[in-house]
């Protein structure tokens, strides 16, 4: 079974500009949620998306969106961005989300703003 | 973003030695999960803690959920090499989740 695949792993935008990161979760799996990594602020959870519903979200700007299609794939943009934005972007897929039971991570997409 | 404090941050231990981390919170909790990330790696799941007073066993590794749902340990006893990584709590409310700030474990042969 293949595992939660996130691309692209490696990204460098520009200030201003906005970015599209992509996750493909684990087959079966309906819940996808997004996690911003940082050595200062550590593990953040962004939102989490079930069966194309935004079901939580954490606190973060707006500048920070996701989706989630039929096929339980899952993007998240962020717009504007910001210096502050670099970071390791994760995202993990459970069958049923909600924080009760194993979340399988990604590799992580790393993002530079420069 | 809420975060918790995870004790101690950082830990050095001579291979043998045991090691805790500590993962507290101010909230009663729904339940606690724990995770490890190995070095330039992403956090791969090791155990779901739900009950009040809980304790479960991995091999070398113990977990314990508090008698008032807020606080939570992890023990590895004889540490080895491959338990190099970070360790984090991740805790449900009910209504938010947030991750500890993690406990870097260093094992030197």
């Known amino acids: 079974k293949a595992g939660v695949t996130q691309t692209p792993r490696y990204l460098i935008k520009t200030r201003g500009q906005q970015v599209t990161l992509s996750c493909s979760p684990i087959?079966?799996?309906?819940?996808v949620s997004w996690y911003q990594q940082t050595p200062g602020q550590g593990l953040q959870f962004l939102f989490e998306?079930?069966?194309?519903?935004?079901?939580n979200k954490g606190n973060f700007p707006g500048r920070f969106s996701g989706r989630q299609f039929s096929n339980s794939r899952s993007e998240m943009n962020v717009s504007t961005l910001e210096l502050g934005d670099s970071a390791l972007y994760l995202c993990?897929?459970?069958?049923?989300?909600?924080?009760?039971?194993?979340?399988?991570f990604g590799q992580g997409t790393r993002l530079t703003v420069v | 973003g809420q975060q918790v404090m995870q004790i101690p941050q950082y830990q050095h231990v001579q291979e043998g030695e045991d090691f805790t981390t500590y993962c507290n919170s101010s909230?009663?909790?729904?339940?606690i999960q724990w995770y490890k990330q190995r070095p330039g790696g992403h956090p791969v799941f090791l155990i779901q803690?739900?009950?009040?007073?809980e304790v479960k066993k991995q091999k070398r590794l113990t977990f314990q959920f508090g008698e008032a749902k807020k606080n939570s340990s992890l023990h590895i006893t004889a540490t080895q090499t491959t338990d190099v990584g970070t360790y984090f709590c991740?805790?449900?409310?009910?209504?938010?989740?947030?991750f500890g700030t993690g406990t870097s474990l260093t094992v030197i042969p």
């Open positions: 998306y079930f069966s194309e519903t935004q079901r």
């Open positions: 991740a805790l449900n409310t009910g209504n938010q989740f947030y």
């Open positions: 993990a897929s459970s069958p049923a989300g909600g924080w009760n039971t194993e979340a399988f």
């Open positions: 909230t009663t909790l729904s339940n």
């Open positions: 803690l739900v009950k009040s007073g």
């Open positions: 087959s079966g799996h309906r819940s």
